[in-house]
C-alpha cells in the first residue's frame, strides 16, 4: 500500500509541475505581446485581440508580435522534446539537435536550396532580407541535412567502441563539415545571397509568420502523436536494448522513426527561423531532473520547457537593448554555452 500511495504522490508532483510551467507559459506569453520597442497596455492588447473597430495596434499585435509569440512556442516546444528523444535514443546526456550537428545539417540543407534552388528571394539586408518563396522546398532540403547528420551520428552511436563522448566530438566534426560546405555555398553567391543568407542563418522569431507557424504545427502535431504512441517503447528502451526486445519493442525501428519525427521538428523550425542552440539540451536535462526518465511526463514537461524558455529568451532579446533587437539565437547560445561545459565536466568524471 505504501509503494501505491508513493507512486500516487509521485505522479500528482508531476502533474501539479505540467500544469506550473503550463500556467507560468500562459502568462509568460501574455506578457510577451505587450514588450517591445512599443508597449502595449492591458486595454489596448484587449481590444486588438477581440479586433474590435478602431482598435490600436491591431496590425502590430496581428501581423507581428502574435506570430513571434507562437513561432517561439512551436519551436522551442519542438526543439525540446527533440533533444529529449535524442538524449535517449543515443543513450547520451549531452545529446540535442545542436550538439550533434542535425541543427548544422538542416541549416545547411536550407541554404542550399535558398542559393542553389533559389527557393529563397533575397533582397536588401533588414528583417525581409529573406523572404522564403518556396517555403516546401527549404523545408524538404533541410530535413534532408538533418537526416544526413542524423544517419551519421546513428551509425556512429552504433560501434560499440564509440564513448558517449566520442559521438558528441563527432558532432562537433559534423557541424565544422556542414559549416564548410555553407561557406562553399556562399563563395560561389552573389553578394546579395552572401549577405542575405548570414542574416537569415541568425536564430530570429522576427521570421515566423502564419504560414511559417502553420508549417511548424504541422510538424510538431505529427511528431507528438508518434512519440505519444511510442511512450512505452521509449521507457522499455532505457532498460537496454535487450530488454526492449525480450519486450517487444522493435529498437532499429523505433530509433530511425524516433530521430526522423525528431528531424523533421528540428528542420522545419531552422529552415524558418535559422540556428537556435541548446534549447534542446537545456530544457530536457532541467525537466528530466525534476520529474525523471518516464516519458509519459519528460516529454510534455520539455515541450513546456522548452517553449518557455524560447519565449523568455525572445522577450530578454526584444529588451535588454532597445530599441535594438537581438537574434534569440545569440540569447539561447549564451545561456546553454556554460551549461553545456558544465555536463561535459560531469560526465568526464
Sequence with gaps: MDTKNQYRRATARKLMLGAALLLTLTGTALFSVTVGSLDIGPNALLDALLRREG???LHVLWSIRLPRMV???LAGAGLGVAG????????NPLASPFTTGVS???????AFAIIVFGAGQTHAIGKEAVTIASPYLVVISSFCGAML???FILGLSSLRRVSAEGVILAGVALSAFFGAATMLLQYFASDMQVA?????TFGDLGKAGWRENGAMLFAVCVAFIWFGVSGWSHNALQWGEEVAESLGVRVIRLRVISLAASSLMVAVATAFLGVIGFVGLLAPHTVRFLVGNDHRFLLPCSALFGALLLLTSDILA????????LPVGIITSLAGAP???????????
Excluded: E, H
Design 318 to 325: 526584444r529588451t535588454v537593448m532597445q530599441p535594438v533587437t
Design 104 to 110: 548544422q545539417g538542416a541549416a545547411f540543407g536550407a
Design 149 to 151: 547528420a542524423v544517419a
Design 84 to 91: 529529449a528523444v535524442m538524449q535517449d535514443i543515443l543513450r
Design 55 to 57: 482598435a490600436s495596434f
Design 339 to 349: 551549461l553545456f561545459l558544465a555536463l561535459l565536466t560531469k560526465t568526464k568524471r
Design 196 to 200: 542575405a543568407t548570414v542574416f537569415w
Design 71 to 73: 513561432g517561439a512556442i
